[in-house]
């Protein structure tokens, strides 16, 4: 069993259909060098605000080919680092667990009025359907259909509070820790728990929106209100203090 962690969104090929994207690329380019019956499990690190876009590029970077693109790339990278790992996987094994609670997103009135403006300025566009791909490009072009959309969630979330309680997992193997984190957490947090929470473990790997835990971004204290696609209450239905309550676990 070889594994990964790798710190990228796994939202190459877009759309709404099911696709292993590029991680089945890379398993597969990973696999197919390892001996039989060898498993390879690539692991999502903390890639709320981390993607393969090139914003500087024209090429087409939402499809099958970037996706193999990228997997191809990190299988291949993968595979160069083997001959310098170590075994670590030594007994004991040890696993933890633990719940917390996270009220939801917080509105301010300013907010909820500036939805409910938004809301009623766009009262003729159509509605967001269930086929619709949103992207934050389409929010960046403030498409009316999509402003009244994310409005609408605002009014939701004030009416209607998300509040969330996270299942933490944790799986620790000598000097490595396994660690299932909730939603899509910003890089930033990923590398906080490993650098100070986690200062312990030689090797600390965070995989991100365990257990159903619930889709949605956790952007970084200093992120929230500054605007774009992940801070929008459609995005992260979670409280601004969910950083401060996973840290204190």
Known sequence: LLIANIVNHSDTIGGNGVSADWPGFARRTVESQLGEGAMFVPIIG?????????????????????AERIGTGIGATILNALDSLKPCCEMPLESR??????????VSDEEYNEALATVEKYKDEPDVSASDDL??????RKLPKVLKHFAKQVLILRDEPKNTTFPLPAIFVNGVAILGVPGEPFVEIGLEIRKEIFADKPQTLCS????????????????YRRGGYENTPRSNPFSIHTVSVLKNV
């Open 46 to 66: 903390t890639a709320g605000n981390i993607n393969h876009f090139d914003v500087a590029s024209d090429l087409n970077q939402t499809c099958y080919a970037e």
């Open 97 to 106: 667990f633990t719940e917390v609670y996270v009220p939801g997103h917080e």
């Open 135 to 140: 992207t934050s490009e389409d929010l960046a």
């Open 208 to 223: 991100i929106m365990n257990n159903g835990s619930g889709s949605g971004y956790i952007p970084n204290l200093w992120n």
